[in-house]
């Protein structure tokens, strides 16, 4: 069974810090994913990646930036954290071709 | 026109009754149409997912109806149970996916 975790499960911050985001899979996945979720936006893409050290940008990669030093880890950086930040945020990873993405249990992020 | 648009926001049934959600959809470019089920606590799962060339899928209780000309297609549950309540997301593809805005499923006793 395909696993996705998410290093922590909620994560306080204040404004200004750098804040790191982890996630690991255990499937040897090329391709995966960073997403915010906020209520009534549904999942918003932020960066995702198709292999090691390559990164695209989602539709709201603004104030985030994204790390792939090995094919199972994919880590997602606030480099300034911010209030409009404060966000459940979702690591996914996928196999090649049509396979489905697979998701951790989430980060609940506050930023103070 | 990447947008996805889910209704409703949030939606209450009693066991036994069949909760439709439906999503819309633009970009004609969209290849592949999956439902993630999501629970308290946990992240997305893949529940159900149809492509465009078919126009129902039904996998147990679930049931995807697609309607290709209407831009449009919706998520059935048969026989709901109190373990169906949990948040439902469409998406759609194109290269990525795009994600509705989720519908919340409360089933009551």
């Known amino acids: 069974d395909v696993k996705v975790t998410q290093s922590s499960r909620y994560l306080v911050k204040r404004t200004g810090e750098k804040v790191f985001l982890e996630c690991v899979q255990d499937?040897?996945?090329?391709?995966m994913f960073w997403y915010r979720q906020d209520p009534g936006l549904g999942l918003r893409l932020i960066y995702f990646?198709?292999?090691?050290?390559?990164?695209e940008k989602g539709d709201i990669p603004e104030g985030y930036s994204v790390s792939r030093e090995k094919k199972e880890r994919f880590s997602l950086i606030l480099e300034s954290a911010s209030t409009n930040q404060t966000s459940m945020y979702l690591c996914?990873?996928?196999?090649?071709?049509?396979?489905?993405?697979?998701f951790g249990d989430g980060t609940r992020l506050s930023i103070l | 026109q990447q947008q996805v648009k889910q209704s409703p926001q949030s939606l209450i049934v009693q066991k036994g009754g069949i909760p439709i959600i439906n999503c819309a959809y633009e970009?004609?470019?969209?290849?592949?149409f999956p439902w993630y089920q999501q629970f308290p606590g946990k992240g997305p799962a893949l529940l159900i997912a149809?492509?465009?060339?078919?126009s129902e899928k039904k996998e147990g209780r679930f049931t995807i109806s697609f309607n290709k000309s209407a831009k449009q297609f919706s998520l059935h549950i048969m026989d709901s149970q109190p373990g169906d309540s949990a948040t439902y997301f469409c998406?759609?593809?194109?290269?990525?996916?795009?994600f509705g805005q989720g519908t919340t499923l409360q089933v009551k006793p």
């Open positions: 996914a990873s996928q196999g090649s071709g049509n396979q489905p993405q697979h």
């Open positions: 499937m040897d996945h090329e391709n």
């Open positions: 990646s198709y292999d090691v050290k390559m990164k």
């Open positions: 970009n004609t470019a969209f290849d592949y």
């Open positions: 149809i492509r465009p060339d078919v």
């Open positions: 998406a759609a593809r194109t290269g990525k996916l795009i």
